[in-house]
């Protein structure tokens, strides 16, 4: 499997993810309802939870749901644009990621 790293910004997976987190993401493997995932909009990226699957994208959400924008506001996210699933949290604290 190939990894890439990102980096939490904002607060919208608080509590599972707070801001600054470094996290290792897998480029290639399944998506799974509940995964996190790290997905590409509006020329950045973005780090969200799975919710739904469907034909045409995959709906998100962040942990911290009054805070989050995802989609409910943007709607699904391409399959094309999602780049991978969180699996790993390198710094503060190193360990997997639990998924939903």
């Known amino acids: ?16 993810l707070a ?4 996290l290792l993401f897998r480029l ?16 950045q990226f973005d780090v969200k ?5 469907e034909a045409d994208g995959i709906f998100v959400q962040g942990d911290n749901d009054l ?3 995802d989609s409910r506001t943007y ?5 094309n644009d999602v780049l991978g699933a969180v699996t790993y949290r390198v ?5 997997r990621i639990k998924q939903g």
């Open 1 to 16: 499997m190939r990894y890439q790293m990102a980096v939490v910004s904002g607060l919208s997976m608080i509590p599972t």
């Open 19 to 22: 801001p600054g987190e470094r």
């Open 28 to 43: 290639d493997g399944p998506i799974v309802l509940g995964d996190i995932v790290v997905f590409k909009r509006a020329n």
């Open 49 to 53: 939870r799975v919710l739904r699957i």
């Open 67 to 69: 805070v989050s924008t």
């Open 75 to 79: 709607g699904l996210i391409p399959h």
């Open 91 to 95: 710094w503060p604290k190193p360990g």
